[in-house]
């Protein structure tokens, strides 16, 4: 774990983050990891000095089970409201099968067995989350539901999830396996150079500080 703003921690969870935010009425964790890592959840947001029942909100960036693995056990012992795109919302709340459009999701499935959780508030596109200060940006493509979400926190704080991913301090695109739309995974990765921020932080890969916004404006050159 470690602090990457102020009242802002990544979570390493094998080789996915999760993200927890510090806000006025509690916490917000923005996905949940791997399945059965809500233990390790809970040690990690008690070394920030809170507690699991400070948690309020768990934003989801997209329903695959390396993110939304631990959601239904967290939601279970803490009651938070759990808030995702209507276009993932079946597959998170068990209604509709994990799409697995690629071998290598057909071969790591049953290791990644997911329980479905509930979703208490379904967003339709760009806008507010419920929670102030966090805006919601839909960048679909490595699932037709997948959301960005933009903190208005230190210059801002964008948590990319999977809509791209970092490596040696430069923004790469998805894996082309594990997305559903690659070609509009670029789109929407590319779209985020729009938007205002000072740090980004990914599903996988190492934080971006120092300029984000001109990563991704190479991204999105590199892409046309």
Same mark, same amino acid.
């Given at each position: 774990m470690r602090r990457i703003v102020d009242g802002v921690w990544e979570i390493g969870i094998g080789y996915v983050h999760a993200h927890l935010i510090e806000v006025d009425d509690g916490l917000v964790l923005v996905d949940t990891g791997l399945p059965r890592k809500a233990g390790k959840l809970a040690l990690a947001i008690r070394r920030t000095g809170h507690d699991l029942a400070?948690?309020?909100?768990?934003?989801?960036?997209?329903?695959?089970?390396?993110?939304?693995?631990?959601?239904?056990?967290?939601r279970q012992r803490t009651g938070a409201q759990v808030v995702a795109h209507r276009q993932d919302v079946a597959v998170i709340a068990g209604e509709r099968p994990q799409p697995l459009h690629h071998w290598a999701m057909r071969?790591?499935?049953p290791f990644l067995r997911t329980d479905p959780s509930p979703v208490d508030r379904a967003l339709?596109?760009?806008?507010?989350?419920?929670?102030p200060g966090?805006?919601? $940006?839909?960048?679909?493509?490595?699932?037709?539901?997948?959301?960005?979400?933009?903190?208005?926190?230190?210059?801002?704080?964008?948590? $990319?999830?999977?809509a791209a991913t970092a490596m040696f301090g430069r923004v790469r695109a998805s894996p082309k396996m594990t997305s559903a739309?690659?070609?509009?995974?670029?789109?929407?990765?590319?779209?985020l150079a729009e938007l205002d921020f000072q740090v980004a $932080?990914?599903?996988?890969?190492k934080a971006v500080t120092g300029d984000p916004v001109s990563r991704f404006r190479d991204f999105a050159a590199r892409h046309r």
């Amino acid at each position: 774990m470690r602090r990457i703003v102020d009242g802002v921690w990544e979570i390493g969870i094998g080789y996915v983050h999760a993200h927890l935010i510090e806000v006025d009425d509690g916490l917000v964790l923005v996905d949940t990891g791997l399945p059965r890592k809500a233990g390790k959840l809970a040690l990690a947001i008690r070394r920030t000095g809170h507690d699991l029942a400070d948690l309020r909100t768990i934003l989801m960036t997209h329903q695959h089970p390396d993110h939304m693995g631990s959601l239904a056990a967290l939601r279970q012992r803490t009651g938070a409201q759990v808030v995702a795109h209507r276009q993932d919302v079946a597959v998170i709340a068990g209604e509709r099968p994990q799409p697995l459009h690629h071998w290598a999701m057909r071969l790591t499935a049953p290791f990644l067995r997911t329980d479905p959780s509930p979703v208490d508030r379904a967003l339709d596109g760009d806008g507010p989350t419920g929670v102030p200060g966090i805006t919601a $940006v839909h960048t679909p493509g490595h699932t037709p539901g997948h959301v960005s979400f933009l903190l208005d926190r230190a210059g801002g704080v964008l948590f $990319v999830g999977d809509a791209a991913t970092a490596m040696f301090g430069r923004v790469r695109a998805s894996p082309k396996m594990t997305s559903a739309d690659p070609a509009l995974a670029l789109r929407s990765a590319a779209r985020l150079a729009e938007l205002d921020f000072q740090v980004a $932080v990914f599903g996988h890969g190492k934080a971006v500080t120092g300029d984000p916004v001109s990563r991704f404006r190479d991204f999105a050159a590199r892409h046309r």
